[in-house]
């Protein structure tokens, strides 16, 4: 809401404490305005909008908007003897050239084509893999943060049921992995996982 | 047409199913063996008639287990004597003996009452597919799997990786290995020994 640099000749009203008054005070106002016959009906703000109140001094008012700015519009009133002209002005806004933009609108890619993913789709999981088994950024696959944590859960299942055994961490010693699952208790034995 | 001596033997007959439990939940095999056992799957089929058929399972040491089941799964047992409570997870069981969970599966599946020792004695549960010869020759039909079997990546053929329709491209200044960099580790790890 934007407050008009111009007072109302006619009244200055001191902000009341409770709401009641307050809200009196403003119907008084509108109706003072509304018997001075209003003159440029077409650009003249409606009678019930907040741009009819007078201004308050100690009430800080700030414009905040990250998105791009959209209609902007400045109050004039002019005096012109027994007319008063209320105007809300289209303006062009000053941060129009510095505003945001993507130019191309990345989708993810996994939300448009397929969507649920098993544990099973290893063809397509491995490619959101690097070698050590860890799942690549986002800024490099172009996946959304909601498909990003669903690959995160699919490819822990499909890890631990043995689909992926290429995609595992080097050993320590340098050597080849001989065996595709570890031979430990029971990560010896098959594990499934229900869908 | 054959005549009516031999229609009543092929009716009363008891036939031999082979079940495959390689990469099956025992328990969920379990559900799908235990009727053959029974009998149910024939219309001639009264719990006390004793229409039940043999069961051959092969593959026992590669069921699967849900999860993390292997590991938190427990069997317990009591030999009804004082201080005579024991249990094992069930990959200690398996350890011991591959065919135990399936067996352990199938019992509790059945109803406990006096027919369970007679269907037990009917079942044939075998850790391989090495089957004796004289079982094999009575084996007739199968029982189909509970479960889809996972495939493996490395089981893929490398055209079928290749091929495949990918979900990105790599970007221009990414570096595939570039992460090795920041893995290695130049110092010693010091140890602290008391």
């Known amino acids: 809401m934007r407050w008009s640099s111009h007072t109302i000749e006619s009244s200055k009203v001191h902000f009341p404490i409770s709401v009641e008054r307050r809200t009196k005070a403003m119907l008084r106002l509108i109706w003072h305005n509304l018997r001075a016959p209003l003159h ?12 009819i109140l007078p201004v308050v001094q100690n009430v800080q008012t700030r414009t ?3 998105s791009s700015a959209a209609r902007l519009k400045q109050i004039e009133q002019v005096t012109d003897g ?22 191309e609108p990345k989708g993810c890619t996994l939300c448009k084509i397929h969507p649920y993913l098993k544990y099973t789709d290893v063809l397509i999981l491995s490619q959101f893999l690097r070698e050590d088994g860890c799942l690549l950024p986002r800024q490099v696959t172009g996946v959304c943060w909601g498909q990003q944590r669903r690959l995160e859960t ?8 043995g689909l992926l055994p290429q995609f595992r961490p080097a050993l320590k010693s340098g050597k080849p ?19 | 047409m054959a005549t009516q001596r031999v229609l009543q033997w ?30 149910k799957h024939k219309p001639i089929f009264h719990p006390l008639s004793d229409v039940g058929d043999h069961v051959v399972v092969i593959n026992t040491k590669d069921i699967a287990m849900q ?22 997870s069930a990959w200690r069981v398996h350890e011991i003996d591959p065919t135990r969970v399936m067996q352990l599966s199938v019992y509790s599946r059945i109803k406990g009452n006096l027919l369970r020792k007679g269907l037990m004695r009917r079942l044939h549960l075998f850790p391989d ?11 007739s039909d199968q029982i189909r799997q509970v479960q889809p079997v996972a495939k493996r990546l490395d089981q893929y053929s490398e055209e079928e990786v290749t091929e495949f329709p990918k979900f990105f491209d790599w970007p221009e200044d990414f570096v595939k290995d570039g992460y090795k960099r920041h893995m290695t580790r130049k110092k010693p790890k010091r140890r602290y020994t008391v």
Request: charged fraction near 25%; aromatic fraction near 18%.
């Open chain 1, 40 to 51: 440029s009906a077409k650009s003249a703000t409606s009678i019930g909008s907040p741009s």
């Open chain 1, 64 to 66: 905040f908007s990250v």
């Open chain 2, 67 to 88: 999860a993390d089941y292997w590991r938190t799964f427990t069997f317990f047992h009591h030999t009804g004597y004082p201080g005579g409570f024991s249990k094992a």
């Open chain 2, 129 to 139: 597919d090495k089957i004796p010869d004289e079982i094999l020759e009575n084996v």
């Open chain 1, 82 to 103: 027994n007319v008063t002209k209320i105007e809300g002005k289209i303006m062009e806004s000053e941060r129009a050239p510095y505003v945001f933009k993507e130019e």
């Open chain 2, 10 to 39: 092929r009716a009363f007959a008891r036939t031999w199913w082979l079940y495959d439990a390689a990469n099956q939940c025992p328990f969920v095999s379990a559900y799908r063996v235990v009727p053959y056992l029974q009998g």
């Open chain 1, 177 to 195: 992995r001989t065996n595709h699952r570890s031979n430990y208790k029971w990560k010896r034995y098959n594990v499934y996982f229900r869908n």
């Open chain 1, 154 to 161: 699919l490819v822990n299942k499909a890890q631990r049921a």
